[in-house]
Structures are given as C-alpha cells and as structure tokens.
C-alpha cells in the first residue's frame, strides 16, 4: 500500500510522518481494496489553537475515491479524525 504525505508550506517531522505511514498501513490491513492514500497538511490561517489541516484521499479501484478533510488541534488529531469518517465507507466497500 502507498501513501503519499505532503506538507505544505513546512516541512513535517520524521515523527509526524512516521505516525501517518503507521495509521494509513492499520488501516490498509483492514480494507484490503486501497491501493493508495494521499495524504495533504496545511496550517490554516490565522494562527489559531484549530489550525491544523489535513486531508486524506483514499484509492480504492472500481470505486469512487475517498476523502475526508478535519482541522484540529494538532496534525496526529486531524489526521485521526480523517480516518474514523472514512471507516464507514470503507466497510461499505469491503461487504460489497
């Protein structure tokens, strides 16, 4: 399973990065039909405690694309948030 991290405008910790690649594979083990994640980082403006984007797309062939998009306090948070509103869909895919 690929996935592809992008920070715009920073550049993201080894740490943050790490936690992503973590959380796209748990759940790559679970739905078998992703091929790929992408996944965007941003700090929205103005410099608030809620401001950290993220948005994740998911792959899955024969399938419309998957995407969530949450800001919250931190990127882990964000990124997590993102995850739990594409399960259900996800579980749509694999009972098919």
Do not use: G, W
Request: proline residues 4%; charged residues 35%; glycine residues 0%.
């Amino acid at each position: 399973m690929e996935a592809t991290i992008k920070a715009i405008h920073f550049d993201a910790t080894e740490k943050l990065t790490s936690f992503i690649n973590k959380k796209i594979d748990k759940l790559a083990r679970r739905y078998e039909a992703m091929t790929e994640a992408e996944v965007t980082l941003k700090v929205v403006k103005p410099e608030t405690a809620m401001n950290k984007e993220a948005q994740v797309k998911i792959i899955v062939p024969q399938n419309p694309d998957l995407f969530a998009s949450k800001t919250a306090d931190t990127f882990e948070e964000a990124v997590d948030l993102c995850l739990r509103a594409l399960e259900p869909a996800l579980e749509k895919i694999k009972e098919k």
